[in-house]
């Protein structure tokens, strides 16, 4: 990575990962690459996302929990002559390990994270371990973050 390109300050990676609204998971099926868009929230060195409890994404984390997850934001850049354009960004590639939680308390930590993001703030104190535990069909996927990098447009 280029060094003016990099960002090396802990704290705005970190701050990247919070205002992101679309963060993608990128997983290994059968080596096949495979990517899904999804919701989620960053909290101390972790990701947490919710999840359907069957299908591909978490057929595919029970094979291999190793995991890449990004986000990115930005904006095109118009210059006089079409290969001048260029754009301004930001993003963070991070790698890590995912665990299934299907623990009550565990999920309503992590649903809470997730609500407040999306929601007014207020509305994730409504959920409580009662509700979460009537959610039959839900998991949270918990992503520990071993090494994470970031990088942004020089302009």
């Known amino acids: 990575m280029r060094a003016e390109k990099e960002i090396r300050e ?54 291999n929990p190793r995991v890449c997850f990004e986000v990115d934001e930005g904006e095109v850049v118009p210059k006089e002559k079409p290969c001048d354009y260029t754009v301004r960004y930001r993003s ?21 994270l997730i609500v407040e993001k999306y929601a007014p703030k207020e509305r994730g104190t409504q959920l409580t371990e009662e509700t979460v535990s009537g959610y039959k069909n839900l998991v949270v996927v918990e992503i520990r973050i071993e090494e994470m990098t970031g990088k942004r447009s020089p302009v």
Do not use: Q, T, W
């Open 10 to 63: 802990r704290r705005e990676i970190e701050r990247i990962l919070e205002e992101a609204e679309v963060g993608r998971l990128g997983m290994c099926i059968d080596g096949r690459p495979y990517v899904v868009p999804v919701n989620f929230a960053y909290h101390e060195g972790k990701i947490f996302l919710h999840s359907a409890k069957g299908g591909r994404k978490l057929e595919a984390l029970a094979r």
């Open 92 to 112: 963070v590639i991070a790698s890590g390990e995912a665990e299934i939680r299907s623990e009550p308390k565990k999920m309503l930590e992590a649903l809470r």
